[in-house]
């Protein structure tokens, strides 16, 4: 599948040339020609981000409930694939297989694929949010886990529900500053 052409900017939007979240960034390849990074279905992120989203509410409400070992151990498990995703990459995040192999073939294409870097530090803000709140939880502090796992749950909602990922424009942001520098 490749991508659409980029639509003209909007207000608001990222200026020609600063990646955007839903076009694949060029790099020159050999020969100056400019080489299309693969990008992913916009969904994928999506699908992860409400099965993220079910088993961060789920955390709250065993911590709330008085479960905090329980609580803890989700909490970790969930920072672990906040890990990998940021790691490996969103494609390669386990619910980004499961939606590449179980649900993606049941769709139409997507009108155009997204650059895999924004949603893939998504993932980093997501291992860190929850790994405080892991560390804090071992450390004897409980509201700790119920805390980051809520303020994860947000940003996982926002994306499941609206599209809205957070920690994609966190990523615009800071390579609009220059702080991260693309290819």
């Known amino acids: 599948?490749?991508?659409t052409p980029p639509e003209s900017p909007s207000p608001g939007?990222?200026?020609p040339g600063s990646p955007s979240p839903r076009s694949?960034?060029?790099a020159p390849a050999a020969g100056g020609a400019p080489a299309r990074r693969p990008g992913i279905d916009p969904r994928g992120p999506r699908f992860s981000a409400a099965i993220t989203a079910v088993l961060?509410?789920?955390v709250v409400v065993l911590a709330v409930g008085g479960l905090e070992q329980a609580a803890l151990v989700l909490l970790t498990a969930l920072?672990?694939?906040f890990a990998w995703g940021a790691a490996a990459g969103v494609a390669r995040h386990p619910f980004g297989i499961v939606f590449r192999h179980l649900v993606r073939p049941r769709l139409a294409p997507p009108p155009e694929l997204e650059?895999?870097?924004?949603?893939?530090f998504a993932q980093l803000v997501g291992f860190v949010v929850t790994a405080v709140g892991v560390v804090l939880g071992f450390l004897?502090?409980?509201a700790a886990v119920p805390i980051a796992a809520a303020a994860a749950f947000v940003a996982a909602f926002l994306n499941a529900a609206f599209g809205y990922c957070l920690g994609c424009r966190l990523y615009l942001v800071l390579v609009r500053a220059r702080v991260i520098r693309t290819a």
Request: overall charge neutral; charged content about 10%.
């Open 1 to 3: 599948m490749s991508a």
């Open 13 to 15: 939007s990222p200026s």
């Open 24 to 26: 694949p960034a060029s």
């Open 56 to 58: 961060l509410l789920a």
């Open 79 to 81: 920072a672990a694939l």
């Open 115 to 120: 650059d895999p870097r924004p949603p893939t």
């Open 140 to 142: 004897g502090v409980p």
